[in-house]
């Protein structure tokens, strides 16, 4: 998914977002997303004292944009590799 189809996508999501919401969101599984945030490797907000976690569509989205090989589309002008001649 490019970045217009995230944002596109993201659209029908509220600013605030429940873990549920975030796992729908990135496409994820919410056990994989709950394991990230124990990891320290995505934007998260718990409630002071509890163990309620809320994401802001926002911020994973660009967390999101700037993960390693986040652009995957082939308008970056790699489709393939070539050997020396050609094929």
Known sequence: MDEAELRSHAAGF?????????AELLQVHV???RRMVREDRIPCHR????REMRFLRDELLQWLAGLPGADQS???GRTH???A???
């Open 14 to 22: 509220p600013p605030v977002l429940t873990t549920a919401m975030a």
């Open 47 to 50: 409630f002071p004292g509890g």
């Open 74 to 76: 082939s308008s970056s």
């Open 81 to 83: 590799q070539t050997d």
């Open 31 to 33: 056990e994989y997303l």
């Open 85 to 87: 001649i050609g094929t």
